[in-house]
C-alpha cells in the first residue's frame, strides 16, 4: 500500500497553483485599476477647459431643500463640475438586489475630483436645469460591465476609448 505521500504531494501542488493565481488576479486587477485612475486623471485636465455640467448630489430633508420630488424636499449636499462620458439608461437594483420598476437615465460621468462612474438621476426631481445631473443615489462604481460592450478588451482599454470620444466630442463642440 502506497500510503499517502504521493496524494499529500498532490494536494500542495495544487493548494500553491490556486494561491499563484490568486495573488496573480489581485496584482493584475491593482495595475488596472492604478491605469484607470491615471487616465481620469489626465482625461480631467484634458476636459477641464471644456464644458459646463454640474453634477448635484442631494438627500432628503426635512425643512428646507431646493429641490422636491413627489411632495418631499432634498437638499444639496455635494456639487461638482462633471464631464458626461457614456449616455445611459436603465433600471436600477435596489438594496433587496431586485430591479427597481422605473427606468431612469444612468450616464456615466467624470467629476472634476477624478472620480468616475455610473450616476442614477432622479427622473422627477425638480427644478430640472439645463446641464445640471440631480441624483439622490450614490453612484455604481467604474466598471468593465458599465460599458455596453463588455466583450472588447479590459477596463483600461474601453475607459480609454471611452475617454477619447468625449474628449474630441467636448472639443467640437467647443463647450
Do not use: H
Amino acid at each position: 500500500m502506497g500510503g499517502l505521500d504521493d496524494e499529500i504531494r498532490a494536494a500542495r501542488a495544487r493548494a500553491d497553483s490556486w494561491a499563484n493565481a490568486d495573488q496573480r488576479r489581485a496584482e493584475r486587477e491593482q495595475g488596472e485599476a492604478a491605469e484607470v485612475q491615471r487616465l481620469l486623471a489626465e482625461a480631467v485636465e484634458r476636459l477641464r477647459p471644456y464644458g459646463s455640467e454640474v453634477f448635484v448630489q442631494v438627500k432628503p430633508a426635512l425643512f428646507r431643500g431646493e429641490y422636491t420630488a413627489n411632495g418631499q424636499r432634498f437638499r444639496q449636499v455635494a456639487r461638482q463640475r462633471c464631464w458626461k462620458l457614456s449616455r445611459l439608461s436603465g433600471r436600477r437594483r435596489g438594496e433587496d438586489g431586485q430591479l427597481e420598476d422605473d427606468w431612469m437615465e444612468s450616464p456615466i460621468l467624470l467629476l472634476a475630483d477624478g472620480t468616475a462612474g455610473r450616476f442614477w438621476l432622479d427622473n422627477d426631481i425638480s427644478p430640472q436645469r439645463e446641464g445640471e445631473y440631480v441624483s439622490s443615489y450614490a453612484p455604481d462604481p467604474l466598471t468593465k460591465g458599465s460599458f455596453l460592450d463588455t466583450s472588447n478588451g479590459d477596463l483600461p482599454s474601453q475607459l480609454k476609448r471611452r475617454l477619447g470620444e468625449a474628449i474630441v466630442s467636448y472639443e467640437r463642440a467647443g463647450r
